[in-house]
Structures are given as C-alpha cells and as structure tokens.
C-alpha cells in the first residue's frame, strides 16, 4: 500500500502516531477518537463528523481485533478494505488513521485489562459471543491508553458495547467522555454494518424484518407488557429465510430483561443469522 502520498497522516506504529499526538496536545488541541475494524461505510463516517464537530483533532483506528471473536472463521471472513478506507476516510476530513499490525497492539509484554463486567457481559452478546467483550475491553483499553482522547465515539449499532464500554472506561479512563452516536440505516430500513457486504440482495431483503419488528413492537408497548412484547416479536420472527438467535428486551443500564414493567429507554436487542453471517440491531422501543 503506498501511504507516502496521502494527506491525513497514516501511522502503523504506535511510536510514531504518539510523537503526532503529543505534537498536537502540546498546541492544546483535543483529540476525539473513532475505533473500527475496517470495511468502513456511512454509519461509520457518522462517528468521524460527530467527532469533528466537537474536537480539534480526529483521529480513527481500523484494527480487526482477533481477540474479540469467539468464532474463527467468523475473523477469517470479516472483510478487510483498507485502501478503501483511507479514502473514505481521507474524504471525511479526518486528521489520522492509525493502521497497527497485530505486534503493535498486543507486543510481548502487554498486560490485559482486568475489569469486572458483572453480568453486562453475561446476557445477550455476552451468552452467545463467550469472551468476546473481554476481547472488546482488551483492545478498547490498549487502544485509549495509546491515543489517550478527549472523547471516543461509539455506534449505538453495538448497545451492548456501549453499556461495556461506558462501564469499563469510568473505572480505567474517566477522564475520556463516551459519546454515543445513533444507528445510521439505510433508505429501506437496514443497520448499516461491515457484514453487510457479505450478504447476497435476498438475504438483504431478509434482514430488513429485524428492522420491521423493532418498529413493529414499539407499538406494542401501550398494551401488552415487555414479557408479552418479547414473545410476540419471538414468533414473529421465527421463519425459515434465517435463523434467529435471541430477542432481549432490556433496561438501557444493566441490561436486565424486562418482564412485567416498562422502564424509560427499554431495548429490543436482537440477532439473527442470514446464512453464515450474523446481524445484530436494536432500538428503544419505550417510550415509542
Ligand atoms: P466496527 O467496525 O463494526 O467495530 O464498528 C466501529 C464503530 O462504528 C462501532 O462503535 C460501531 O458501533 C459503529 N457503527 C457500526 N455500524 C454503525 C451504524 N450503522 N451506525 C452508527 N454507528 C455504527
């Protein structure tokens, strides 16, 4: 890949992108900061504007960290576009983006993060995904000591990384805010995501119901309680075009489930796959 002739600064090394850093905290800029793995689309380029409007400085990660999946072929498949992303990028206005091999992340002396998720990561992701949010906060961690940011931007896409990530960082980084920023979709309906790309059109026509059955079971919520609303949307997408894995519905602090009553800000939380590839969306549903 030839980095030499770009405009936004392109660092592999830790050493390197640090020295920049340093040079533009000692002009007293503000550094916000966009974590990714890559095959970067519009829900992306959202974290990177949000992160522009409020920082002097942006700067974005595209690392596919092997620690966070639980599944093999899963990290074999993920797709990888970093030229592509640079662009991307590049057009967006960011300032750098910082390309580490693996060593750079994870070199011989490095130290995992030791933090206590409580039950965030027991439920959902946590169940079906074991290890992966220990993975997440690994490379959330070494990642905010490198760069050391005024602010990180996260998708609301991931709701369950949100909730890991504000968690884990008021304990090892209270001094990065957590911005959150709402799930960017399609004109039809679809979460943006990277796995996407690996859809076929019938299969992205399929994935819309998760979509349809969030907005769907916002209007349940006047009469029928979260126990009732969880099944109804169960059956709804229980069909044999692709295989559901859960539906959650959960409070938006402790990701409890709900059953008998509504709490301000209840999640639907679901996950399906569409062949080999696995989707996740969410929404508040309550209030509608
Ligand atoms: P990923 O590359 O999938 O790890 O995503 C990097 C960041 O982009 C995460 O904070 C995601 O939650 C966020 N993100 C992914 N898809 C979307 C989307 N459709 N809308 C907003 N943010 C997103």
Redesign the pocket.
């Known amino acids: 890949m030839n980095i030499a002739v770009r405009k936004t600064h392109v660092f592999t090394e830790v050493r390197k992108l640090q020295l920049y850093l340093a040079d533009e905290k000692a002009k007293g800029a503000s550094v916000g900061f ?8 519009e ?2 380029i ?2 990177v504007s949000q992160a522009k409007k409020e920082n002097d400085v942006v700067i974005a990660c595209i690392f596919v960290n092997p620690k966070q999946f639980n599944n093999p072929i899963d990290l074999k498949n993920y797709p990888r576009t970093p030229e592509k992303d640079i662009t991307l990028l590049e057009s967006a206005g960011i300032d750098a983006v910082f390309l580490p091999k693996e060593t750079e992340i994870y070199p011989d002396n490095y130290a995992p993060a030791i933090v206590d998720l409580g039950e965030l990561d027991q439920v959902m992701e946590g169940k079906f995904r074991p290890g992966h949010f220990k993975g997440v906060v690994n490379v959330v961690n070494r990642l905010f000591d490198i760069v050391q940011p005024s602010k990180a ?6 709701f369950q ?2 909730a890991v990530i504000k968690h884990f960082s008021k304990i090892l980084h209270p001094q990065i805010a957590i911005v959150d ?5 399609d004109a039809k309906g679809l ?4 796995r996407n790309m690996l859809l076929t059109e019938e299969q992205k026509t399929d994935a819309l119901a998760l979509y349809y059955a969030l907005e769907f079971a916002k209007t349940l919520t006047s009469n029928h309680t979260p126990k009732e609303v969880k099944k109804l949307i169960e059956n709804r997408l229980n069909c044999d075009k692709f295989n559901l894995e859960y539906v959650e519905l959960v409070d938006p602090v402790n990701l409890q489930a709900l059953t008998d009553n509504w709490v301000q800000g209840a999640t639907m939380c679901i996950a399906a796959f569409f062949g080999s590839v696995r989707l996740i969306d969410n929404m508040t549903i309550f209030p509608n």
């Open positions: 966009v974590p990714t793995m890559g095959a970067l689309h829900g992306h959202s974290l931007y996260f998708g609301k896409k991931d990384q949100v920023v709402p799930t960017l979709r979460a943006l995501s990277s």
